[in-house]
């Protein structure tokens, strides 16, 4: 069975300061790995995913993602927080022919 | 490019009604998902659709039922509902079924149980 944790339920970071939302998996094959967030009322937005290739991953509105294959994480990460980043962000694995699973989520606070 | 429309999006039903919510995928887009969003449970797998064939499916009693229709707008189906369903239910769409391509959600509907 596939399974997303993110260990931290919230996460606090001062503005201007680099931050990183963790995410570990466990799945059998070589999984699809996302990043959505999710602000309030709202549905949830696309950030990035790793599909093969270049373990670090570029995607929007600054935000990275590093792939580490032994250690089965996809660590989120941004270099500098902004407060307007502070939102629900959640990990997600989907194997091959298998349905998206996410993660519990991680409340990030980006303090002024 | 229009998103992800659900509707609609707040609802109040009894317990023991049924309730239907609809979604319209992304133009072009032939696969359809379904989450239940509660904040005990996080995020839900419901269902999966890919041109109007179930693909995969959640643990989730079979109270809850779902289907795509030829232009991939998709529907799911409560009966019977409970205190417990109170919850946001969240539809994704995506271009195709090959897993890679990323989910594009819905804003959701807010059902709420009395």
């Known amino acids: 069975a596939q399974s997303v944790a993110q260990p931290e339920d919230q996460v606090n970071v001062a503005e201007g300061n680099p931050l990183t939302v963790k995410c570990t998996y466990s799945v059998s094959g070589n999984p699809y790995l996302f990043w959505y967030v999710q602000y309030p009322n709202r549905g949830l937005q696309f950030l990035l995913k790793?599909?093969?290739?270049?373990?670090l991953v570029k995607g929007s509105y600054g935000f990275e993602a590093e792939f580490n294959k032994s250690q089965t994480s996809f660590h989120l990460k941004k270099p500098s927080a902004l407060v307007s980043d502070s939102a629900l962000y959640f990990c997600?694995?989907?194997?091959?022919?298998?349905?998206?699973?996410f993660g519990s989520g991680t409340q990030l606070t980006v303090l002024p | 490019k229009a998103g992800v429309t659900q509707t609609p999006r707040y609802l109040i039903k009894t317990r023991g009604q049924q309730v239907t919510l609809s979604c319209s995928p992304i133009?072009?887009?032939?696969?359809v998902s379904w989450y239940q969003q509660t904040p005990g449970q996080g995020l839900q797998f419901l269902f999966e659709y890919f041109s109007e064939t179930q693909r995969n499916k959640g643990n989730f009693p079979g109270r809850f039922s779902g289907r795509q229709f030829s232009n991939s707008r998709s529907e799911m189906n409560v009966s019977t509902l409970e205190l417990g369903d109170s919850a946001l239910y969240l539809c994704?769409?995506?271009?195709?079924?090959?897993?890679?391509?990323?989910?594009?959600f819905g804003q959701g509907t807010r059902l709420t149980v009395v």
């Open positions: 994704a769409s995506s271009l195709g079924d090959t897993g890679y391509t990323e989910a594009f």
């Open positions: 790793y599909i093969t290739g270049d373990n």
């Open positions: 997600a694995v989907r194997p091959p022919a298998r349905q998206l699973t």
């Open positions: 133009s072009g887009h032939r696969s």
